[in-house]
C-alpha cells in the first residue's frame, strides 16, 4: 500500500519507515509493487539509524519515496534514505528483468547530509536502481555524508551462499540548487561493480564548492561503463584536496566529465587550488573518459586537471583534456595532462582561450613506462595571446608546455595558434628517452608547430626538441610575423645525445630535428 505522512515535524531517532515487495518470499517470479512513500513536513530530522526506504525482491517495482517541505537532516552512521532492487539475490529467481528500485525525489528547502548518513539508490541483481532527484535551494553533504547510486558489489558472494552477477543498471542523480557543498569526506557517486552500466551525475547549481577531501565520483570495476558527470554552475571550486573523478578499474569504459556547456548566462568561473583534481583515469583494459571544462574564466593554483591510463600492460587509452575560456590561468605548480604508464595512448589535450597564461605552471602529456609503447598524446593550443612564464623568485619550477617519451611509443606532436606568443622564462619542448634507461630503440620525439605574429623570448626562455635514444628528434616549425629572442641562455634548439648517459647499445643514434623559421622578421 501507499504510505502517506503530513506533519510539521518529523522526528525518526533509530526509527523506520519502509515499503517492500517480496521481503524473504519464495515466489520465482512476477510478485506486486512495492508501496509509495509520500512525505510532507516543515522539518524532517533522522538520526541514529533511522530509515526511510523502498526495496524490492521480485519483477514487481519499488515503490517511490518523495519528501517536501522546509528542511531535511540526516545525521549518524547508517541512517539513511534509500531504494533497493534485489531480484535474484536469494537464488530463487527465474530468468528475466528485476523489478527497478523506486525513485527518490527530495524537494526541500535545506538538506544536510552529514556524519555518515546518506541517501542511495542501488541494485544486486537483475533489477536497474532507481533514480535520485534532488530540489533545493542548499545541500551540505559533509562529515562522510554521502549520496550514491551503484550497482551491484566488488564481492559477488551474498550471504545465501552462492555468488550473484548483478546486470541491473545503477540509477542516475540529479541535482538543483543554488549551492551545493561537498566537503570533510563528503561523497556523491554514480558506480557500477559488476555488468550493469553506471548512472549519470548530473548537477545544475549556482554555486558548487568540494573541497577538504570531498568528491564527486563516477567509477567502474568490472564490465559495466561508468556513468558521466555534467555540472552546470556559475561558480565550481575544487579546493584543499577535493576531487572530481572519472575511473575505470576493469573492462568497462569510464565515464567523462563536464563542467560548463555555454548555456548559462553571464559569467562564470571554474576555480581549481590547493591540490584539488579534476581527474579521469584507467587502471584497467577500459578506456579513461574525457574531461572538458568551459568557463569564462578557468583559474588552476597548485591544481590538476588530468586524464590517465595507469595501467602497466594492455591498458586502456587516456580521454581527451579540453579546456575553453575567455581567461584561462595554470598558475602555481597547477597541471593540465595526460600520461601513459603502459600500452594503452594517453589523451590529447586541447585548449582554446582568449587569454592564457601558463605562469609557474604546466601543461604535459607523457609516455613514461620505458618498457612499453603507449603513445604521448597531442597538444593544441589556440589563444589570442599565450604566456608561458617561469618566475623565478616564486620557488617553482614550471611554466612549462612538454611531450616526453620514455618508452617505445612516440610522444605527441605540439600546435600552438596565437596572436601572441610570450616565453618568459619558460619552456616549450619534446623528448625522447628522458631520463630513460632504455638502451636501444625508443619512441620519437614529437614536433612543435607554432604560428604567431609576434614570438617573445626572453630570461632563459627555450623552445627544444631532444632525443636521447635511437628515436628522432622532432622537427621546429615557427610561421608568423616577428621572432625576437633575447638574452642568455634563450634558445631554440633541437640536440641528439644517444650514449651521452652512458647505457646505450652499439649503433646509431637518433637524428635530431629540424628547425624550420618561416617569419617576416627575426631578432
Request: no cysteine; charged share 25%; glycine share 20%.
Amino acid at each position: 500500500g501507499t504510505m502517506t505522512i503530513k506533519a510539521e515535524v518529523l522526528e525518526l531517532d533509530g526509527g523506520q519507515i519502509n515499503t517492500r515487495s517480496g521481503w524473504f518470499s519464495p515466489i520465482t517470479s512476477g510478485g506486486g509493487k512495492a508501496g509509495d512513500i509520500g512525505i510532507e513536513v516543515k522539518e524532517v530530522r533522522m538520526s541514529n539509524g533511522a530509515k526511510i526506504s523502498s526495496s524490492t525482491w521480485t519483477q514487481g517495482d519499488g515503490g517511490e519515496v518523495k519528501i517536501s517541505g522546509d528542511a531535511l537532516v540526516l545525521s549518524g552512521g547508517i541512517t539513511a534514505i534509500n531504494t533497493y532492487s534485489a531480484y535474484g539475490i536469494m537464488g530463487n529467481h527465474e530468468e528475466g528483468k528485476g523489478g527497478t528500485g523506486g525513485k527518490i525525489e527530495i524537494g526541500v528547502k535545506e538538506v544536510q547530509i552529514v556524519a555518515g548518513a546518506g541517501i542511495s539508490a542501488s541494485s544486486r541483481g537483475r533489477g536497474d536502481a532507481g533514480v535520485i532527484k534532488l530540489d533545493s535551494e542548499s545541500i551540505w553533504v559533509d562529515g562522510e555524508g554521502r549520496i550514491t547510486s551503484s550497482s551491484g558489489s566488488k564481492d559477488r558472494g551474498t550471504r545465501f551462499g552462492y555468488d550473484l552477477i548483478t546486470t541491473g543498471d545503477a540509477g542516475s542523480i540529479e541535482i538543483n540548487s543554488k549551492s551545493l557543498v561537498v566537503g570533510n569526506s563528503g561523497l556523491i557517486s554514480v558506480s557500477t561493480l559488476d555488468e550493469g552500466q553506471g548512472g549519470e551525475l548530473a548537477i545544475n547549481a549556482d554555486s558548487v564548492r568540494v573541497y577538504k577531501k570531498g568528491k564527486l565520483i563516477s567509477n567502474t570495476y568490472r564490465k559495466g561503463n561508468g556513468g558521466n558527470i555534467l555540472i552546470e554552475s556559475s561558480k565550481l571550486e575544487v579546493t584543499e584536496s577535493g576531487e572530481i573523478e572519472s575511473g575505470s578499474e576493469g573492462d568497462g569504459n569510464a565515464g567523462s566529465i563536464h563542467i560548463g556547456s555555454g548555456k548559462l548566462e553571464g559569467p562564470t568561473e571554474v576555480i581549481i587550488t590547493e591540490e584539488g583534481r579534476v581527474t579521469a583515469s584507467t587502471l584497467g583494459k577500459g578506456k579513461a573518459g574525457g574531461i572538458v571544462v568551459k568557463a569564462g574564466e578557468i583559474r588552476m593554483e597548485a591544481g590538476k586537471i588530468f586524464s590517465d591510463s595507469k595501467s602497466k600492460g594492455d591498458g586502456g587509452d587516456a580521454g581527451v583534456v579540453e579546456l575553453e575560456g575567455e581567461v584561462i590561468n595554470i598558475l602555481a605548480n597547477a597541471r593540465v595532462g595526460s600520461n601513459t604508464e603502459g600500452k594503452g595512448s594517453a589523451g590529447a589535450i586541447r585548449i582554446n582561450g582568449g587569454e592564457v597564461n601558463v605562469i609557474d605552471g604546466a601543461i604535459q602529456t607523457n609516455s613514461n613506462n620505458h618498457m612499453e609503447d603507449g603513445v604521448a598524446g597531442s597538444i593544441e593550443i589556440e589563444a589570442d595571446r599565450l604566456v608561458v612564464m617561469q618566475d623565478k623568485g616564486s620557488g617553482f619550477i614550471d611554466g612549462l608546455i612538454s611531450s616526453d617519451t620514455r618508452g617505445h611509443g612516440d610522444g605527441g606532436t605540439m600546435t600552438i595558434k596565437a596572436e601572441v606568443l610570450e616565453l618568459d622564462g619558460g619552456q616549450i619542448n619534446t623528448r625522447s628517452g628522458w631520463f630513460s634507461p632504455i638502451t636501444s630503440g625508443g619512441g620519437k620525439a614529437g614536433s612543435i608547430g607554432i604560428e604567431a605574429e609576434e614570438v617573445r623570448m626572453l630570461n632563459g626562455a627555450k623552445i627544444s626538441s631532444l632525443t636521447w635514444t635511437q628515436g628522432d628528434g622532432g622537427v621546429i616549425r615557427i610561421s608568423g610575423g616577428t621572432l625576437v629572442l633575447s638574452g642568455e641562455r634563450t634558445s631554440i634548439n633541437t640536440s641528439s645525445a644517444y650514449g651521452t648517459i652512458g647505457h646505450h647499445e652499439e649503433g646509431k643514434g637518433g637524428t635530431g630535428g629540424k628547425i624550420e623559421i618561416g617569419v617576416k622578421e627575426v631578432q
